[in-house]
């Protein structure tokens, strides 16, 4: 079975510096796409950014970029000029390509000090 | 232990049909979240159960939607007449406490389909 591991339950940076979350899965498939969610108190979740699998070059949105390494299975999210509206949880997930069922890390919380 | 379940894995209606779709949380898990996934999109919140306080149902798109959960148990989301657009994935979590804050565990969800 599919699973995503996110190995640091909660992580804190200074604004404006920069920070990496770490996400590793497990898969046999081929072509599934990976995302990066970020759930704010409002609870409602966020994609912050998403890769597909059959592309090598890493997907970025502004402040956010990913680094994915698909032989290793790890797809790691970077946080540039971190900013005090980034404290949210972040989630990891994967789908597979023909599948829409999305299977979710277990978060990271992610505190900004100000 | 378990991890949460949910019930039916999928489900398929006609349109103005009721369906009841159940989520069961870890055990002791105070708080439970209800998420919808339209394909391709992310997730929508749209109800949170802490203990015993009202629930937060600001998420809710419309009032068709409804859920319960007794206690700190099994949890309900119930949607009425339902729609084509209603046609998604359910996803059910559970964590200790805190909400948000605290790790949320998902279900494997339930996918519905309106015809």
């Known amino acids: 079975a599919q699973t995503v591991t996110q190995s640091q339950p909660e992580m804190s940076v200074q604004e404006a510096e920069t920070v990496t979350l770490s996400c590793t899965y497990d898969t046999s498939e081929s072509d599934y796409y990976l995302f990066w969610y970020k759930q704010p108190p409002s609870r409602q979740m966020i994609l912050v950014i998403r890769q597909e699998a059959y592309k090598q070059q890493n997907a970025t949105e502004n402040r956010f970029s990913v680094n994915f390494q698909k032989a290793a299975k790890s797809f790691s999210l970077k946080i540039s000029d971190s900013q005090l509206g980034d404290a949210a949880m972040y989630f990891c997930a994967y789908i597979e390509g023909r599948d829409d069922k999305i299977i979710f890390g277990k978060g990271t919380r992610l505190h900004i000090l100000p | 232990g378990a991890g949460v379940s949910q019930s039916p894995s999928n489900k398929v209606t006609e349109k103005g049909k009721d369906v009841e779709l159940r989520c069961d949380p870890i055990?002791?898990?105070?708080?439970l979240y209800w998420y919808r996934q339209r394909l391709g999109q992310g997730l929508e919140f749209l109800i949170y159960?802490?203990?015993?306080?009202?629930?937060?149902k600001s998420g809710l798109p419309s009032d068709r939607f409804s859920a319960e959960r007794t206690g700190e148990s099994v949890s309900t989301l119930t949607i009425q007449r339902t729609q084509q657009e209603d046609s998604a994935v359910y996803l059910c979590a559970s964590s200790w406490t805190s909400g948000y804050l605290d790790t949320q565990y998902f279900g494997p969800g339930t996918r519905l389909t309106v015809l």
């Open positions: 055990s002791g898990h105070t708080a």
């Open positions: 159960f802490q203990g015993n306080s009202a629930p937060d």
